[in-house]
């Protein structure tokens, strides 16, 4: 089986997040490599949740990374192709993960096909994982309970990405800010306290925060940026809104700490003299992430170059990458076959990019393993 009928087979089953279910697909990919006499895995990190784990070789270790869940489909209505049906039309296969990150798990997987009954000198360890799209279960219940997997793996390659080597990724900081005030009737709003008026003040705030941003302005990231992403408030019309939430959405360039990020948005609440009461001045929406950068002249990223024609770029979005470089101090790129469907109605991915891709993957394993 080619990569290209590997990602149909994959994007057939449903592994949408949320829910999160897991168990279908990484069966699959764990018989997948039963098959090809690899050493697999099947590991559980809650109920119906898995991530699927391989490893060959010893020291000098390269992970090989992708993941299986995806985001929901949405509304069926508005694909034009069936999102489980994985149809190819004009050299694209649509579906929903065909891009994120199903053709990438496929490359992976098929890239394996020539190199299974060989004897690996260097130690390959691939991590297939659930729960990226939502909360990064899968990894990072494998990098806090299952350190033995990654014991002399230095460099890493998290397969969820576009056709360009990713060195260089941004930080990111969700924010909710809460402003309370005091209800009254709305033909009379001055014997109330109106807590939209205070977010209004907030943001306007914030908005001419942006112009600070260019103080912090990265080669490669540039910088960086804040998009307030929803506001919730009010009961009725006619009533004094005494309760409106505000979040925000942080990305960090290199230079910026999620404290100096912070502190940011703390001297505009004491400059205004808010109340804000839930969780301090805020509260802090998942988990934080600083800007990462791999060097232009790793030995990963040498190698890939040596490989293909691929250019090297950044990535404002997020990949895992951040997560097993800050902890686990690996050194590692992103790169795949994503495009600018992921996430969106009628996704698909090239069927160019999947061959061109098993073909980087199949000569970074040989020049890496062997």
Not at 181 to 191: D, M, Q, R, S, T
Not at 237 to 244: M, R, T
Not at 273 to 299: N, Q, Y
């Given at each position: 089986?080619?990569?290209?009928?590997?990602?149909?087979?994959?994007?057939?089953?449903?592994?949408?997040?949320?829910?999160?279910?897991?168990?279908?697909?990484?069966?699959?990919?764990?018989?997948?490599?039963?098959?090809?006499?690899?050493?697999?895995?099947?590991?559980?990190?809650?109920?119906?949740?898995?991530?699927?784990?391989?490893?060959?070789?010893?020291?000098?270790?390269?992970?090989?990374?992708?993941?299986?869940?995806?985001?929901?489909?949405?509304?069926?209505?508005?694909?034009?192709?069936?999102?489980?049906?994985?149809?190819?039309?004009?050299?694209?296969?649509?579906?929903?993960?065909?891009?994120?990150?199903?053709?990438?798990?496929?490359?992976?997987l098929s890239s394996l096909q020539k190199f299974s009954k060989e004897k690996f000198k260097r130690k390959l360890l691939i991590t297939l994982v659930g729960d990226e799209e939502v909360g990064f279960g899968?990894?990072?219940?494998?990098?806090?309970?299952?350190?033995?997997?990654?014991?002399?793996?230095?460099?890493?390659?998290?397969?969820?990405?576009?056709?360009?080597?990713?060195?260089?990724?941004?930080?990111?900081?969700?924010?909710?800010?809460?402003?309370?005030?005091?209800?009254?009737?709305?033909?009379?709003?001055?014997?109330?306290?109106?807590?939209?008026?205070?977010?209004?003040?907030?943001?306007?705030?914030?908005?001419?925060?942006?112009?600070?941003?260019?103080?912090?302005?990265?080669?490669?990231?540039?910088?960086?940026?804040?998009?307030?992403?929803?506001?919730?408030?009010?009961?009725?019309?006619?009533?004094?809104?005494?309760?409106?939430?505000?979040?925000?959405?942080?990305?960090?360039?290199?230079?910026?700490?999620?404290?100096?990020?912070?502190?940011?948005?703390?001297?505009?609440?004491?400059?205004?003299?808010?109340?804000?009461?839930?969780?301090?001045?805020?509260?802090?929406?998942?988990?934080?992430?600083?800007?990462?950068?791999?060097?232009?002249?790793?030995?990963?990223?040498?190698?890939?170059?040596?490989?293909?024609?691929?250019?090297?770029?950044?990535l404002s979005g997020y990949t895992e990458m951040e997560l097993y470089h800050r902890k686990l101090g690996m050194e590692c790129?992103?790169?795949?076959?994503?495009?600018?469907?992921?996430?969106?109605?009628?996704?698909?991915?090239?069927?160019?990019?999947?061959?061109?891709?098993?073909?980087?993957?199949?000569?970074?394993?040989?020049?890496?393993?062997?």
């Amino acid at each position: 089986m080619d990569e290209v009928e590997l990602t149909q087979e994959l994007v057939r089953i449903n592994s949408e997040n949320p829910p999160g279910n897991e168990k279908s697909i990484a069966k699959y990919v764990f018989d997948y490599l039963n098959d090809l006499k690899v050493d697999a895995e099947l590991v559980e990190f809650g109920e119906n949740r898995y991530n699927v784990v391989a490893s060959a070789g010893n020291d000098g270790g390269l992970m090989l990374n992708s993941h299986i869940d995806t985001v929901p489909v949405g509304k069926v209505e508005n694909w034009k192709y069936d999102p489980f049906e994985a149809r190819i039309v004009d050299g694209k296969l649509h579906g929903r993960g065909s891009c994120d990150s199903k053709g990438n798990v496929a490359v992976i997987l098929s890239s394996l096909q020539k190199f299974s009954k060989e004897k690996f000198k260097r130690k390959l360890l691939i991590t297939l994982v659930g729960d990226e799209e939502v909360g990064f279960g899968g990894s990072n219940y494998l990098i806090n309970n299952r350190k033995d997997l990654f014991k002399d793996v230095k460099y890493g390659v998290v397969s969820d990405s576009d056709f360009e080597i990713k060195i260089v990724q941004k930080g990111v900081l969700h924010l909710k800010f809460v402003f309370k005030g005091k209800a009254a009737h709305g033909a009379y709003p001055e014997l109330g306290v109106n807590a939209i008026t205070k977010a209004a003040k907030f943001i306007a705030e914030v908005e001419r925060l942006k112009d600070d941003l260019t103080k912090k302005n990265d080669e490669f990231l540039g910088r960086g940026s804040i998009n307030i992403g929803k506001i919730v408030g009010g009961t009725k019309v006619n009533i004094v809104p005494s309760y409106c939430e505000v979040s925000i959405d942080r990305r960090l360039t290199h230079g910026e700490s999620i404290e100096y990020a912070i502190n940011q948005f703390r001297k505009i609440l004491i400059k205004l003299k808010l109340d804000t009461k839930v969780g301090g001045d805020f509260e802090m929406l998942g988990e934080s992430r600083v800007a990462i950068k791999t060097p232009k002249d790793s030995k990963l990223v040498k190698l890939l170059q040596s490989i293909s024609n691929l250019k090297i770029g950044k990535l404002s979005g997020y990949t895992e990458m951040e997560l097993y470089h800050r902890k686990l101090g690996m050194e590692c790129i992103a790169i795949g076959v994503a495009n600018e469907t992921a996430h969106s109605d009628n996704e698909y991915v090239k069927i160019d990019e999947l061959r061109k891709s098993r073909y980087i993957f199949e000569n970074l394993i040989r020049k890496w393993c062997f």
